[in-house]
T-cell receptor, first 113, second 115 residues
Framework: AQSVSQHNHHVILSEAASLELGCNYS??????LFWYVQYPGQHLQLLLK??????LVKGIKGFEAEFIKSKFSFNLRKPSVQWSDTAEYFC???????????FGSGTRLQVQP | EAGVTQFPSHSVIEKGQTVTLRCDPI?????LYWYRRVMGKEIKFLLH????????ESGMPNNRFLAERTGGTYSTLKVQPAELEDSGVYFC?????????????FGPGTRLTVL
């Protein structure tokens, strides 16, 4: 079965530190890739997505992600985190021909002021 | 524009009882999805409607779960009878177009606790 792996379950950073959250997927075919975020008490919302084209994707709030097909990876990055980035982050994929999102288990990011 | 809404926000029931969750998608969105997150695990897909038709129900765990979307607007997800392992957060999402892949907009979720 297709799966998405997020390597870090809980990350604690200080403000201004750089962030990289790992995401790998198992499917070998064409995929569409997403990062969603859930801030405390809020809905899941889209941070960024990759469908095709430039593998370096920029999203909201200064986040970016790079799709590396050879590594089946779509890691999320931010050069300098803020306290307001404290949230749970989910990597997800949609495989060709489907519309269902397959999610990773999520990474809880805690940014300390 | 109103977002995806779900009702109730929380539900606590006893094993063997029935619960019905409701989702109102963003107006005009043809696609409606149900997902579930059991405590400590990943968010898992349950099913996908296009208008009133079930497009993909491969994630439905068993026949105790029944989803409907009469008229292609709001959807309900009924669990009958509920079991302990059904506890979790049930998310609904919608997306605007039946012809192209687009972002799914999520509701706040319904937290179901089965005692």
């Amino acid at each position: 079965a297709q799966s998405v792996s997020q390597h870090n379950h809980h990350v604690i950073l200080s403000e201004a530190a750089s962030l990289e959250l790992g995401c790998n997927y198992s499917y070998g075919g064409t995929v569409n890739l997403f990062w969603y975020v859930q801030y405390p008490g809020q809905h899941l919302q889209l941070l960024l997505k990759y469908f095709s084209g430039d593998p370096l994707v920029k999203g909201i709030k200064g986040f970016e992600a790079e799709f590396i097909k050879s590594k089946f990876s779509f890691n999320l990055r931010k050069p300098s985190v803020q306290w307001s980035d404290t949230a749970e982050y989910f990597c997800a994929v949609i495989h060709t021909g489907r519309r269902a999102l397959t999610f990773g288990s999520g990474t809880r990011l805690q940014v300390q002021p | 524009e109103a977002g995806v809404t779900q009702f109730p926000s929380h539900s606590v029931i006893e094993k063997g009882q029935t619960v019905t969750l409701r989702c109102d998608p963003i107006s005009g969105h043809d696609n409606l999805y149900w997902y579930r997150r059991v405590m400590g695990k990943e968010i898992k897909f349950l099913l996908h409607f296009v208008k009133e038709s079930k497009q993909d129900e491969s994630g439905m765990p068993n026949n105790r779960f029944l989803a409907e979307r009469t008229g292609g607007t709001y959807s309900t997800l009924k669990v009958q009878p509920a079991e302990l392992e059904d506890s979790g957060v049930y998310f609904c999402a919608s997306s605007p177009s039946s012809g192209s892949l687009s972002e799914q907009f999520f509701g706040p979720g319904t937290r179901l606790t089965v005692l």
